[in-house]
Structure formats: structure tokens, C-alpha cells
């Protein structure tokens, strides 16, 4: 009863804060200003990136956790296009095959609980050059004292942060679902704690 409380009624307006952190705000603006036309994003969340979208028509926001979701009530209605609200899951997206140019994750493909499956869907619904625009925290190349506390901690992160896993090889896994690298940065994202603080941007494309 206490956990369900806090999924339903905390941990929304935790992640509400935490993701506005001016150095993620940043990002968001750099990864999506590129990005038009319809437009899938995965984990909409609240709402955060919808600023930064200036060429988009129709944005389907993918969200299937309706709590999370209702904070982003203002954001939408203030949108300049059209958002429809899509609650579903990654592993199973309720689009046609070859039917997107682009699909858009910010810090969501790290509490996807099948990211292998999730991201045969992505391929599965990209076009043929069509692209996966994303930025996610990962697992830390460098340091492997940051990478045994990522790996040790992840139980108790997935229960506190709606399944977020802090020691996902992202880059690994793109590569792995056959996408291609059009763009990968790393970087450590300023205001965030180091076991959560090196991050990826990437632009995946399907062949």
C-alpha cells in the first residue's frame, strides 16, 4: 500500500524535479531540435520535452504510467501541434512496421524492463533511414569503482525509480538490435550524482 502511494503519488513529482536539471534541459534542446514531421517519443513522462520540438507535426506521446502522465496535462495543451496520448508499452508499440521517420527516448530506455525487446520494436516500426534520437545515463566506461556501485545499487533503483537500471551498456545494445551510429557522444552531465552522472547521445538509424 505504501509503495503503491509513493509510485502513484511521490516518485511523479520526484522525476518532474529531477528531470529539469538545467544541464539535461540542454541536451534535450540539442538532441531534438533536429528532429520533424510525426514523431513517436517513448516515455513521455510529463512533458519535459515538448519546448524544444519546433518542426514537429504530430507527436505521438508514448506514457504508459497514466500518474506520470497527468502531469503533463498544461505542457500538452499548450503544445503548437498535435500530441496524442499512447499508453502502451515499449516491448509491444501499437504501430504499423516501417511506418515512422523518427522515435524519440530520453532517459527512458534505462527502466524499459525488456530493452532487447523494446528495441526490436523500434526497428521493427522505423522506416528504412529512419532514426532513434536518444540521450540516456549508462553504464560508466571509466571508473570501476562507479561501475560496481552502479551494478550493486541497481536493485534498489529499480524499486525507488519505477524500474530505472543504472548499468545498462546502451551503446551495446543499439548496436546489438542492428541499428547504426550515426551520432554517439558521451558525456557527464552536470548537477547529477556520478553513479547516475555519464550519459550517451546517440542517433541510431535502421538500415
Same mark, same amino acid.
Given at each position: 500500500?505504501?509503495?503503491?502511494?509513493? !509510485? +502513484?503519488?511521490? #516518485?511523479?513529482?520526484?522525476?518532474?524535479?529531477?528531470?529539469? *536539471?538545467?544541464?539535461?534541459?540542454?541536451? !534535450?534542446?540539442?538532441?531534438?531540435?533536429?528532429?520533424?514531421? @510525426?514523431?513517436?517519443?517513448?516515455? #513521455?513522462? *510529463?512533458?519535459?520535452?515538448?519546448?524544444?520540438? +519546433? +518542426?514537429?507535426? *504530430?507527436?505521438?506521446?508514448?506514457?504508459?504510467?497514466?500518474?506520470? =502522465?497527468?502531469?503533463?496535462?498544461?505542457?500538452?495543451?499548450?503544445?503548437? #501541434?498535435?500530441?496524442?496520448?499512447? +499508453?502502451?508499452?515499449?516491448?509491444?508499440?501499437?504501430?504499423?512496421?516501417?511506418?515512422?521517420?523518427?522515435?524519440?527516448?530520453?532517459? *527512458?530506455? %534505462?527502466?524499459?524492463?525488456?530493452?532487447?525487446?523494446?528495441?526490436?520494436?523500434? %526497428?521493427?516500426?522505423?522506416?528504412?533511414?529512419?532514426?532513434?534520437?536518444?540521450?540516456?545515463?549508462?553504464?560508466?566506461?571509466?571508473? !570501476?569503482?562507479?561501475?560496481?556501485?552502479?551494478?550493486?545499487?541497481?536493485?534498489?533503483?529499480?524499486?525507488?525509480?519505477?524500474?530505472?537500471? $543504472?548499468?545498462?551498456?546502451?551503446?551495446?545494445? $543499439?548496436?546489438?538490435?542492428?541499428?547504426?551510429?550515426? @551520432? %554517439?557522444? =558521451?558525456?557527464?552531465? @552536470?548537477?547529477?550524482?556520478?553513479?547516475?552522472?555519464?550519459?550517451?547521445?546517440? !542517433?541510431?538509424?535502421?538500415?
Amino acid at each position: 500500500m505504501i509503495y503503491k502511494f509513493y !509510485r +502513484q503519488r511521490i #516518485f511523479p513529482h520526484l522525476l518532474n524535479q529531477v528531470m529539469q *536539471t538545467a544541464s539535461l534541459m540542454d541536451k !534535450r534542446r540539442e538532441l531534438l531540435l533536429p528532429v520533424a514531421g @510525426e514523431v513517436l517519443e517513448i516515455g #513521455f513522462g *510529463t512533458g519535459l520535452n515538448l519546448p524544444f520540438y +519546433q +518542426q514537429v507535426d *504530430t507527436l505521438y506521446a508514448l506514457e504508459p504510467n497514466p500518474d506520470i =502522465y497527468r502531469l503533463a496535462a498544461q505542457r500538452v495543451h499548450e503544445a503548437p #501541434f498535435e500530441v496524442q496520448h499512447i +499508453q502502451a508499452s515499449a516491448e509491444k508499440l501499437p504501430f504499423a512496421s516501417a511506418s515512422l521517420d523518427h522515435i524519440v527516448s530520453t532517459w *527512458t530506455l %534505462c527502466s524499459i524492463a525488456s530493452l532487447e525487446q523494446a528495441l526490436a520494436e523500434i %526497428c521493427r516500426v522505423l522506416k528504412p533511414g529512419g532514426a532513434l534520437h536518444l540521450v540516456e545515463h549508462v553504464l560508466h566506461s571509466d571508473s !570501476r569503482k562507479i561501475q560496481y556501485l552502479q551494478q550493486a545499487l541497481t536493485p534498489v533503483q529499480k524499486r525507488i525509480a519505477d524500474g530505472c537500471h $543504472l548499468n545498462r551498456n546502451i551503446e551495446r545494445a $543499439l548496436k546489438g538490435a542492428g541499428l547504426e551510429l550515426a @551520432e %554517439c557522444r =558521451y558525456f557527464d552531465a @552536470e548537477g547529477i550524482p556520478k553513479i547516475a552522472q555519464r550519459m550517451l547521445l546517440a !542517433r541510431a538509424v535502421r538500415p
